[in-house]
């Protein structure tokens, strides 16, 4: 008697800044899974044309969208140190459109796809994400390598990487969420593909009825 195919997966793929989450979902997307990209639904959304920014402008004010018709993002950072509560507005006009918009990606997948939803936040979003995914994937690496990694991407200082990752959940609290990590610490490419394929494997084979 043939086997039955293991059951489609949703997951959850999150972890912080220079983990190596990114690396992870395109290396999972080579093997076959289909993609949501909740970051670039984001940037999506506050790009010229986006969704958001009717909403944006309503809510802070025409100042807060650049001549291109984007959300001005610099501005944004800087009324967000200084107002507490702007965060919390940007999510509100943000997180039902990025839900709308990543189960829209989502119904784009073929029927024997897992799908990887790439959260940064996940573990920030409440019960949200960890209802809505079978699996939870973490990548995890030590602060100082996250530190380090971000500093020769992007060229920020020290500082200002330290302020975003202060910003996120702590280490801890994603890691107890998790139902799988990969511990992306010290590995090359081809070590950290390698263990991202056994996963794979795993899913496949393994995956509950």
Request: include cysteine.
């Amino acid at each position: 008697m043939a086997s039955q195919s293991p059951r489609r997966l949703t997951v959850g793929l999150t972890g912080g800044i220079g983990s190596g989450k990114s690396t992870v979902s395109q290396m999972l997307v080579a093997l076959g899974a289909h993609l949501v990209d909740t970051d670039a639904i984001s940037r999506a959304l506050t790009a010229p044309g986006g969704a958001a920014i009717p909403h944006i402008a309503q809510q802070f004010g025409e100042a807060f969208i650049e001549p291109s018709g984007a959300m001005d993002r610099a501005r944004m950072r800087e009324l967000a140190f200084t107002d507490p509560s702007a965060l919390a507005r940007l999510e509100a006009i943000l997180h039902p459109l990025i839900g709308l918009h990543a189960d829209q990606h989502a119904s784009l997948a073929l029927p024997d796809q897992h799908i990887i939803y790439d959260v940064p936040l996940l573990a920030e979003s409440g019960r949200k994400w960890k209802d809505k995914v079978d699996r939870i994937l973490v990548v995890d690496c030590e602060p100082e390598t996250q530190i380090a990694r971000v500093m020769v991407r992007s060229g920020w200082p020290r500082e200002a990487v330290e302020a975003v990752l202060a910003k996120q959940a702590q280490r801890e609290t994603r890691l107890a969420l998790a139902d799988h990590v990969i511990l992306n610490e010290g590995l090359s490419l081809e070590e950290l593909r390698t263990k991202v394929t056994k996963l794979w494997g795993m899913w496949n084979n393994q995956a509950p009825s």
